[in-house]
């Protein structure tokens, strides 16, 4: 039974239709459509590849999942702009919210964050601690959305009845943590789903792919503070290296419209 076991082949999976007609679409993008251009419509495009409309649907649906198309309700839908490229190696070590930051300040809160969280700013389970929310654009079409956790013993002149809360209240978390001298940052970057809140903030249904890159910013000999910046996986690729020349994504690039 074991020698039986051990030499067993698995039989070759044939690929599936719509896989080869994602593939067969994704080098017509590539030919003859430019960034922003509308597709022709599904009975069209049914008709020219010789396949079932449900096939073609499933092939647009991969290359909307694989970030090539979009789809706009009342347009149609368009080839989609390269992805964004999102650094993550150590080519600056600056604190969030300083000169060049890409990122839009929309508000703060104090609440009591999540456990892995805590642990990392080695904070109690239960402590409070500041959260600034950011968001990232780009074309006008939201890529990122961020929380930001800042325990008070990181900014601890700031003070309340100057800035009670909203935006003003999260700038001035941002400027007291600038205070600090940043021994270092490390980066963790995991692929996972949206939640409601995510997928609300980005234009996305809940449970749509996403990047999650966690940072850790070191200061004074322990974590500072801790970000959880959540991408659109469709719109986005990783760029490492201190230039960014490295870039890991799907597919050749896209002509400019």
């Not at 090539?68 to 080839?79: A, C, I, P, S, W």
């Not at 999260?170 to 001298?181: I, K, M, S």
């Not at 996972?192 to 890159?213: C, F, Q, T, Y």
Request: one cysteine or more; a negative charge; hydrophobic letters at 40%.
């Amino acid at each position: 039974m074991g020698d039986r076991v051990g030499t067993t082949q698995l039989e070759p999976v044939p690929e599936p239709k719509y896989w080869h007609l994602k593939t067969v679409l994704s080098e017509a993008l590539d030919s003859e459509f430019s960034v922003g251009e509308i597709l022709p419509n599904e009975r069209d495009l049914a008709a020219r590849f010789g396949v079932a409309r449900a096939t073609l649907r499933q092939a647009l649906e991969q290359l909307e999942l694989e970030g090539r198309l979009q789809r706009r309700r009342g347009v149609g839908t368009t080839v989609a702009p390269p992805r964004v490229g999102v650094a993550v190696g150590p080519a600056r070590h600056t604190w969030p919210g300083t000169a060049g930051d890409a990122w839009q300040t929309e508000g703060c809160a104090t609440v009591v964050p999540p456990a892995a969280v805590a642990d990392a700013l080695e904070t109690g389970r239960e402590e409070e601690v500041h959260v600034v929310r950011r968001s990232r654009v780009s074309r006008g079409q939201p890529v990122a959305a961020e929380l930001l956790y800042v325990p008070a013993v990181s900014v601890p002149d700031l003070t309340a009845i100057d800035t009670p809360s909203g935006t003003a209240r999260a700038r001035a978390v941002l400027r007291e943590l600038q205070r600090l001298e940043l021994e270092g940052r490390d980066r963790a970057v995991e692929l996972g789903s949206a939640r409601a809140e995510d997928a609300k903030e980005l234009d996305r249904l809940p449970g749509a792919p996403v990047l999650v890159v966690t940072t850790r910013f070191h200061a004074e000999g322990c974590t500072a503070a801790v970000s959880v910046a959540t991408y659109r996986a469709d719109t986005c690729r990783l760029t490492f290296g201190d230039e960014g020349a490295v870039e890991i994504h799907d597919g050749p690039e896209r002509r400019a419209s």
